[in-house]
């Protein structure tokens, strides 16, 4: 098993330009979710979705941040725009419906100049 | 609102030295407890589930135990590679899959 699959590992970008960042999902896995990881918050929930449908998006920090699941191996989290204060960890996670265990990728670490 | 107080943050152990660390919360509702391992530049990496007070979860040298209102994951005879950061995660009653996180204690076993 390939494991949940983020790109890019490493993002340096300058304040205001548009971030993208990837996801692959453990197939057969119906949830995912997408985490901010810094050291001051520490793990923090952005939005999570079953079935490729957002359920819950209250964690998004501002509209600059927005999620998208266009099919079951496919996830995408774009900031738009970068702001230094979204300097972080991002992970990806996914999980099937019927267990609380989430298979978490490597991350994707954003440095916004 | 739900918490998750993990303490203490940094523990260093000598290799062989037992010890617990310890996850406190505050949920309305417990559906289940997690623990979760996190080694430098990687992603958390599940540990444990537990569901009711006095479940016991063990896996090699961890064992984690839940009561009402924390849970301890005990740490027997502990190995260099047993240093991580281990954190802890409650989802509540009715939440489907949303996890809230603890701090972390980050664990350094020496040899």
């Known amino acids: 098993d390939a494991g949940v699959i983020q790109s890019p590992r490493h993002e340096v970008t300058e304040m205001g330009q548009e971030v993208t960042l990837r996801c692959k999902p453990i197939s057969g896995h119906n949830s995912l979710f997408w985490y901010r990881q810094t050291m001051m918050r520490g793990l923090e929930l952005l939005i999570y979705f079953n079935n490729n449908v957002p359920i819950d998006d209250s964690g998004m920090p501002e509209d600059r941040f927005s999620a998208k699941m266009p099919n079951a191996s496919f996830s995408t989290l774009k900031i738009q725009p970068s702001e230094p204060r979204d300097s972080a960890v991002y992970f990806c996670?996914?999980?099937?419906?019927?267990?609380?265990?989430?298979?978490f990728g490597e991350g994707s670490r954003l440095t916004v100049l | 609102e739900d918490q998750v107080t993990q303490s203490p943050e940094a523990l260093r152990l000598q290799e062989g030295e037992s010890s617990s660390l310890n996850c406190s919360y505050t949920?309305?509702?417990?559906?289940?407890l997690f623990w979760y391992r996190q080694d430098p530049g990687k992603g958390p990496e599940f540990l444990f589930t537990l569901y009711s007070a006095g479940e016991e979860k063990e896996k090699e040298r961890l064992k984690a135990t839940l009561t009402k209102k924390e849970s301890f994951l005990h740490i027997t005879a502990p190995k260099p590679e047993d240093s991580a950061t281990y954190l802890c995660?409650?989802?509540?009653?009715?939440?489907?899959?949303?996890?809230?996180f603890g701090s972390g204690t980050q664990l350094t076993v020496l040899p």
């Open positions: 996670a996914s999980t099937t419906l019927n267990t609380g265990e989430l298979f």
């Open positions: 949920v309305s509702g417990l559906r289940g």
């Open positions: 995660a409650v989802s509540p009653a009715g939440s489907a899959r949303q996890l809230t």
